[in-house]
């Protein structure tokens, strides 16, 4: 059977870079993937899922919050991945949201962000690194710890806002060591996690690809038309 079809948004700053790394994640999940950028075509309806990757601070303008000035701003692609998550939802696609994309999964279903999140949480360790440095810890009885169990999880870190009002159906199933939020989920159909931190990076570390295949096997379930968290505990539990 053909492997679902992820697509995938990027800076078209940096986007030539992660979207390879990108790819190899979804290829060693069963899945392959498609680059989707600002001002290209992008249409939720010819994929079988969708990741909504990493990159500039989100526009205050979608969720009312203050303008800064040292924010890096990109408000086509803002407006592109907000459309691609309310057709995701509309569709019943599932998400995978990375950094930047779990704030715009967030911000898409009615969320607010904490602009300056280390201002806020002075208890989280403030680090911009690709490497595992990050300690956070898993929610009990959510679909993150599913997937990867509750034990402390190392991750990376490279953002400066973070959720801060939950989306309308979502609940939090991570947090760091200062209580900021690292991870949310939806609690229904269609299956979407949103992750602080960068997995992409990470390949070589079982939890990580974890989080791509489940996204990869909702992203089949769809394209069968069978319900996707179901299908995805079910493959939990085989693998």
Same mark, same amino acid.
Request: hydrophobic share 40%; glycine share 10%; proline share 5%.
């Given at each position: 059977?053909?492997?679902?079809?992820?697509?995938?948004?990027?800076?078209?700053?940096?986007?030539?870079?992660?979207?390879?790394?990108?790819?190899?994640?979804?290829?060693?999940?069963?899945?392959?993937?498609?680059?989707?950028?600002?001002?290209?075509?992008?249409?939720?309806?010819?994929?079988?899922?969708?990741?909504?990757?990493?990159?500039?601070?989100?526009?205050?303008?979608?969720? +009312?919050?203050? #303008?800064?000035? *040292? @924010? !890096?701003?990109?408000?086509?692609?803002?407006?592109?991945?907000?459309? &691609?998550? %309310?057709?995701?939802?509309?569709?019943?696609?599932?998400?995978?949201?990375?950094?930047?994309?779990?704030?715009?999964?967030?911000?898409?279903?009615?969320?607010?962000?904490?602009?300056?999140?280390?201002?806020?949480?002075?208890?989280?360790?403030?680090?911009?690194?690709?490497?595992?440095?990050?300690?956070?810890?898993?929610?009990?009885?959510?679909?993150?710890?599913?997937?990867?169990?509750?034990?402390?999880?190392?991750?990376?870190?490279?953002?400066?806002?973070?959720?801060?009002?939950? +989306?309308?159906? #979502?609940?939090? *199933? @991570? !947090?760091?060591?200062?209580?900021?939020?690292?991870?949310?989920?939806? &609690?229904? %159909?269609?299956?979407?996690?949103?992750?602080?931190?960068?997995?992409?990076?990470?390949?070589?570390?079982?939890?990580?690809?974890?989080?791509?295949?489940?996204?990869?096997?909702?992203?089949?379930?769809?394209?069968?038309?069978?319900?996707?968290?179901?299908?995805?505990?079910?493959?939990?539990?085989?693998?």
């Amino acid at each position: 059977m053909t492997r679902p079809l992820i697509g995938v948004t990027t800076s078209n700053r940096s986007g030539w870079r992660i979207f390879p790394l990108m790819a190899f994640n979804i290829w060693l999940a069963g899945g392959r993937a498609i680059r989707w950028g600002a001002g290209h075509a992008a249409d939720v309806a010819t994929v079988d899922g969708i990741i909504i990757g990493g990159g500039d601070d989100i526009s205050p303008d979608l969720y +009312g919050g203050r #303008l800064v000035t *040292s @924010a !890096r701003l990109d408000p086509q692609r803002d407006a592109l991945e907000r459309a &691609l998550v %309310d057709d995701a939802v509309t569709h019943e696609k599932p998400v995978l949201g990375i950094c930047r994309g779990s704030q715009m999964l967030n911000v898409a279903l009615g969320g607010t962000l904490h602009q300056d999140a280390y201002g806020v949480y002075q208890g989280s360790r403030f680090m911009r690194t690709i490497l595992p440095r990050k300690t956070v810890i898993i929610e009990p009885r959510t679909r993150l710890a599913e997937l990867s169990n509750t034990d402390p999880m190392r991750v990376n870190a490279l953002h400066t806002q973070a959720v801060e009002q939950l +989306g309308d159906g #979502l609940r939090v *199933s @991570a !947090r760091d060591e200062g209580g900021m939020i690292q991870a949310i989920e939806r &609690l229904t %159909d269609p299956f979407a996690i949103g992750l602080q931190w960068h997995p992409e990076h990470l390949f070589y570390a079982h939890r990580q690809r974890s989080l791509f295949r489940a996204l990869v096997c909702a992203a089949a379930a769809r394209r069968d038309n069978a319900p996707q968290i179901p299908a995805v505990a079910a493959d939990t539990r085989r693998g």
